[in-house]
């Protein structure tokens, strides 16, 4: 049975820092590029960061980039989402998710087969 498995959420000031965890299990996920997404209340779930399991790819959302820093490390089967000079509007609760390769845009929540429960993320202004 797949499962993700989210951790690391919190409660952060803006301008703060926290690292989100994503542990995966229950199958080989050579093959498949992981995400991350987050849903703020009354708004869709959005694209935040991508990246391929076998590396040479990442994606991340413009309103992430340089602040965010996703990654993996391959022995833990887990990958991470960095969150570095947070601000309020990041609230959100945030889930990892696996795409198969050739399933189309890492961005798109649509290519993704297995998803997290998710972890909530509130920024305090």
């Known amino acids: 049975q797949v499962q993700l498995v989210e951790s690391g959420g919190g409660l952060v000031h803006a301008g703060g820092s926290l690292r989100l965890s994503c542990a995966a299990s229950?199958?080989?996920?050579?093959?498949?590029?992981m995400g991350w997404f987050r849903q703020a209340p009354g708004k869709e779930r959005e694209s935040v960061a991508a990246?391929?399991?076998?590396?040479?790819?990442?994606y991340y959302a413009d309103s992430v980039k340089g602040r965010f820093t996703i990654s993996k490390d391959n022995a833990k089967n887990t990958v991470y989402l960095q969150m570095n000079s947070l601000k309020p509007e990041d609230t959100a609760v945030y889930y990892c998710?696996?795409?198969?390769?050739?399933?189309?845009?890492?961005?798109?929540?649509?290519?993704?087969?297995?998803w997290g429960q998710g972890t909530q993320v509130t920024v305090s202004s």
């Open positions: 229950g199958r080989t996920f050579s093959n498949y590029a």
């Open positions: 990246i391929r399991w076998s590396g040479g790819y990442t």
């Open positions: 998710a696996a795409a198969p390769y050739g399933s189309g845009w890492y961005g798109n929540l649509n290519a993704y087969d297995y």
